[in-house]
């Protein structure tokens, strides 16, 4: 296999994975674009893509292909290794993997900067 590969093994592929994750999974939600993740219990990070609302199969397949090229590129952005499904929204606009990382950091740092303000 490539080092750079993205395995089968990386992806979430049955309708009760996604079901779990969606089930017990935090939510990191950004603008028409949620994260939702859920532990796992293995070495590595696994990757599902949700897309809603975009009638259009090549853009939708456009967003997928975009998106797994992002996790391809940084399979532990989450850690400890983790289930992680993409929800995607009509209206989603990201047209490389260095926009979606941009959307993602965005998102993680305005859930830190409202989770650390709902502690005080």
């Given at each position: 296999m490539k080092p750079l590969a993205l395995p089968k093994s990386s992806l979430l592929r049955k309708p009760r994975e996604y079901k779990n994750v969606y089930k017990s999974g935090?939510?990191?939600?950004?603008?028409?674009?949620?994260?939702?993740?859920?532990?796992?219990?293995?070495?590595?990070?696994?990757?599902?893509i949700s897309v809603h609302g975009v009638k259009r199969a090549v853009r939708r397949n456009r967003i997928k292909r975009i998106i797994r090229e992002f996790f391809r590129l940084n399979r532990s952005f989450i850690t400890p290794a983790s289930d992680i499904v993409f929800a995607v929204r009509y209206g989603f606009t990201a047209d490389s993997p260095a926009e979606i990382k941009q959307h993602i950091d965005r998102m993680f740092r305005a859930h830190k900067a409202g989770s650390a303000a709902g502690r005080c």
């Open positions: 935090r939510r990191v939600r950004g603008n028409r674009l949620t994260i939702i993740h859920a532990p796992n219990g293995t070495e590595g990070n696994r990757l599902g």
